[in-house]
């Protein structure tokens, strides 16, 4: 029903999504997309490539744009998640689109993980969104439970930093840039890389900084970074593809507080 709604002959000018989307191409995955419907099916279940749609939180409605690499549905086995969350101002294409012109989705294909961009302003709401999110996610693919990331980016790296201490032991992994301070100063606590942007006039670099340090020093896995001629924005692509490496890197020891 989500995306039929995008279907409409005058878009309003603040519809991102309905802009966004190639509405002809829409049609024809909607078409489809309904056949298997009616054939008692999920359409949604191990489908590759880039889609939109809306996952259902109680009664909230939570957009979500995701990539899967093709090659990660036809190898059968679980694969790591990663969930991207915008900053504010922005929605569940920034990543997809607005940062890099997919960038994102070149680096699933390099590394062979599902990413999911979903609406950070939901997210933040409470800790069901992610518990929804990825119950949905891992009955549509095969998800490895023990390599669920988060990556967000200002409000995202906030929001982030706020759900792993709620749900330590979903979380496998954390990178927050630009954003996310103060940092938890606890050993038990998923792995965290915290970027501050060296001329950052929105949130201080300084403060982030300072605060990744000070959690480190306290035994945190806290591993703060601050790249040179990065501003608040620009950081994001500059470090987009370290940052998925870093999570790609870290070791599988299973959720937090595991043997």
Not at 22 to 38: G, H
Not at 50 to 68: C, N
Not at 69 to 77: A, L, N, T, Y
Not at 170 to 196: C, H, Q, R, S, W
Request: with cysteine; aromatic share 6%.
């Amino acid at each position: 029903r989500s995306r039929a709604a995008r279907l409409i002959d005058r878009l309003p000018p603040m519809d991102i999504t309905g802009h966004v989307l190639d509405r002809n191409q829409l049609r024809t995955e909607l078409a489809e997309e309904l056949e298997v419907i009616a054939r008692g099916e999920d359409p949604y279940v191990n489908r590759s490539g880039d889609t939109w749609y809306e996952v259902t939180s109680g009664s909230t409605r939570m957009p979500i744009r995701l990539y899967a690499p093709e090659k990660v549905i036809e190898q059968g086995r679980p694969v790591p998640l990663l969930i991207a969350l915008h900053g504010a101002g922005g929605n569940e294409h920034f990543f997809m689109d607005g940062c890099g012109d997919g960038v994102i989705a070149e680096l699933a294909e390099r590394h062979g993980f599902i990413v999911v961009s979903p609406s950070t302003y939901v997210m933040g709401s409470s800790m069901k969104p992610l518990e929804t999110l990825v119950s949905v996610l891992s009955s549509r693919y095969a998800i490895d439970q023990d390599r669920i990331y988060l990556l967000g980016h200002s409000l995202g790296g906030m929001t982030a930093m706020g759900l792993a201490s709620a749900r330590a032991e979903m979380i496998d992994g954390i990178v927050a840039i630009a954003g996310g301070a103060p940092f938890p100063k606890k050993t038990e606590f998923p792995p965290v890389l915290a970027y501050a942007a060296e001329r950052d006039f929105i949130v201080s670099g300084d403060m982030i900084e300072s605060s990744a340090q000070a959690a480190r020093a306290a035994g945190a896995p806290v591993t703060p970074r601050r790249p040179d001629g990065t501003g608040h924005l620009t950081i994001v692509i500059d470090v987009l593809p370290e940052s998925v490496q870093w999570l790609m890197d870290l070791p599988k020891a299973g959720s937090v507080g595991s043997p």
